[in-house]
């Protein structure tokens, strides 16, 4: 790690990762490699598998402020948000011009049409704009997650290999697509919006649903 290699970084810690799928900082060091090697998109729900896993804590905020940035929904600042020791050797001995810039890397990428994903961004921010519907934070970030999960799907058509697609994608679609999706959006923010910790102190149920729900797939109520 000391050494800026990314790619024996990400090796190491898809290797941890196999082993132990409960450890956040294997994922949360994985999607700030990815996001410095470019793979930003795939960064996006790596930064959201660690804040699943740990949500409260200094390092997810920071985590979670990192995400917004790759999600377009917030500039990228000119000093990177705070990281760990680790991470931040890791970027200190990497290339200046690796450092993700405004405009991300559009490249096609392991069957990842990486424009689509942008574009998709981009018509939902200009979409809220113009609707004067920018001023919420919160919102724009779960109106942005579901535009770049829709325009995955239809990038998921043809039958594609990898982590990312047989188990980040399959995942994050599946939140989407029940009854929990504005609890988890909630769940995994609450270190970064305090009106996300009030709603989740005020709502017990539903928050226990859908932990029940991720835990163990079964589903009692709705949010």
């Not at 724009?140 to 995955?152: D, R």
């Not at 058509?157 to 989407?176: E, M, N, V």
């Amino acid at each position: 790690y000391k050494k800026g290699d990314i790619d024996k970084t990400l090796e190491h810690v898809s290797r941890a990762i196999e082993l132990d799928k409960t450890n956040s900082g294997a994922f949360l060091l994985n999607a700030y490699a990815q996001r410095d090697k470019g793979l930003w998109v795939r960064s996006i729900y790596s930064f959201q598998l660690f804040l699943l896993l740990e949500p409260d804590s200094k390092r997810s905020k920071n985590a979670f402020e990192e995400m917004l940035q790759t999600m377009l929904v917030k500039p990228v600042t000119e000093k990177p948000v705070e990281r760990s020791f680790i991470q931040q050797q890791l970027l200190r001995n990497m290339p200046e011009n690796s450092v993700q810039q405004e405009m991300p890397p559009l490249s096609t990428e392991e069957g990842l049409n990486r424009k689509i994903i942008y574009n998709a961004i981009k018509f939902s921010m200009d979409s809220l704009k113009a609707a004067k519907k920018d001023t919420d934070v919160y919102f724009v970030f779960t109106e942005v997650n579901k535009a770049i999960l829709s325009a995955l799907e239809k990038e998921s058509g043809a039958l594609k290999s990898g982590s990312f697609w047989t188990f980040h994608y399959p995942f994050f679609k599946s939140i989407l697509n029940s009854n929990h999706y504005d609890t988890f959006c909630r769940y995994i923010s609450v270190s970064y919006f305090p009106e996300s910790l009030e709603w989740w102190e005020n709502n017990k149920t539903d928050a226990e649903n859908f932990i029940n729900w991720f835990e163990n797939g079964e589903d009692n109520g709705k949010n």
